[in-house]
C-alpha cells in the first residue's frame, strides 16, 4: 500500500466546452504535476469538479490517468448515492488508484447517523480493496462530526481523513486522536497548511499545489527542516495567493493560474459578471509578475 504523505496535489479537470473531458489536456496536467516531484495527486475532489461528469467519464479519467501518471493517483469518489460511490470506487482500485477519497454524499443534508451509516456500509462493499480515506468538506456538503470521524477512524475500516474544514479546533481533536491510533492525518485547507504541517499533520491534499507546486513542496521542506525564516516568507507568500483565489468561485483562480502557466485546462464551468471579469484580467497580471518572485523564494534558502 502507498503511503499518502506530504504534498498532493487537489487537481482540477481539464474539459473541452460540454463540458466534455480533454484527455490531452489533462495528460499535460498530470506530466506537470509529476515532474514537479509532488507526493500524489487527487483526481475529481472538489478542485475537480467532479459533480459536472457522469460516471463512466470518471471512470475512464482515473483508470488512463493512473496508466499515466507518475506519482500515486487518489481517486475522488464522491456521488450523491451510495450505489454511485461504490461503482466509482471499485474501478478506481481495480485501476490501480493508491487511495479513494470519499466525501459524505452531496446536495441533500444529512444527520450524523446517516453519514457514520454510509461510510461503513461504503467500506462494507469495498471489503479493502484500496485505502479510503474520509473527506470532510463541510463548505459543500453534509459536515462529518469530529465524533463521527473519530468513531469511524477507530474501526480501522479507513486509513485516514483530509479535513478541509480549515476548523482548527477540529484538527486538534483529529492530532490528539492521530496520537493514539494509526491513521493518516491529511489537512485538506491551505489556509491552515503551515500550522497543520507543524503540529503534527501527515501532510495535505493543495488546491494551490496544482497551480504553484514549487510553492507548496518548498513550504513543506522549510517546516520539516525547521527552517523558521523560509517557512515564514513562503506562508506569506501562500496566503497571498489564497486572499486572491477568494475572490472567485472555487476552483476558477486555480484554472486561470494553470492558464497563465500555458496550461489547457478549458473554459470556467459558470461564466462570470463583468466585475468578476476584471477581477480575474487583475489576478492574470499580477500572477505573471509574481511567479517568478515566488519560484526563487521557493528553491532559496
Not at 509529476?34 to 475529481?44: E, R, W
Not at 506519482?71 to 478506481?92: F, T
Not at 459578471?273 to 526563487?296: M, N, S, Y
Amino acid at each position: 500500500m502507498t503511503a499518502i504523505r506530504g504534498v498532493n496535489v487537489a487537481a482540477v479537470t481539464a474539459w473541452r466546452e460540454g463540458p466534455e473531458l480533454d484527455l490531452g489536456a489533462t495528460f499535460e496536467l498530470i506530466d506537470y504535476l509529476s515532474a514537479s516531484g509532488v507526493n500524489g495527486i487527487a483526481l475529481l475532489g472538489s478542485t475537480g469538479e467532479f459533480l459536472h461528469f457522469e460516471i463512466a467519464e470518471r471512470i475512464r479519467l482515473v483508470t488512463l490517468a493512473v496508466k499515466r501518471s507518475r506519482a500515486p493517483v487518489i481517486a475522488g469518489v464522491a456521488h450523491s448515492s451510495l450505489d454511485g460511490a461504490v461503482v466509482l470506487a471499485r474501478e478506481a482500485a481495480a485501476a490501480g488508484a493508491a487511495a479513494l477519497l470519499l466525501m459524505p454524499p452531496y446536495f441533500f443534508r444529512y444527520s450524523e447517523e446517516d453519514v457514520r451509516e454510509f461510510y461503513l456500509h461504503f467500506a462494507k462493499e469495498l471489503k479493502d480493496a484500496a485505502p479510503i480515506f474520509l473527506y470532510n468538506i463541510p463548505f459543500f456538503t453534509t459536515a462529518i462530526a469530529c465524533e463521527t470521524a473519530l468513531e469511524l477512524l477507530a474501526t480501522g475500516l479507513f486509513a485516514g481523513i483530509k479535513d478541509s474544514s480549515g476548523n482548527w479546533d477540529y484538527f486538534v481533536r483529529l492530532k490528539e486522536a492521530h496520537e493514539q491510533h494509526a491513521f493518516t492525518l491529511l489537512a485538506g485547507n491551505d489556509v491552515v497548511f503551515t500550522r497543520a504541517r507543524q503540529a503534527g499533520a501527515d501532510g495535505v491534499v493543495s488546491g494551490v499545489a496544482c497551480a504553484i507546486p514549487e510553492l507548496m513542496l518548498g513550504l513543506d521542506a522549510a517546516i520539516l527542516s525547521g527552517d523558521a525564516g523560509k517557512t515564514r516568507r513562503l506562508e506569506a507568500r501562500l496566503q497571498e495567493f489564497i486572499s486572491w483565489l477568494d475572490h472567485f468561485p472555487t476552483p476558477l483562480g486555480i484554472r486561470e493560474a494553470l492558464k497563465v502557466r500555458g496550461l489547457k485546462v478549458g473554459p470556467a464551468g459558470v461564466p462570470l459578471g463583468p466585475r468578476g471579469l476584471e477581477q480575474l484580467a487583475a489576478f492574470r497580471e499580477w500572477f505573471k509578475a509574481w511567479l517568478p518572485i515566488v519560484q526563487k523564494d521557493s528553491r532559496s534558502a
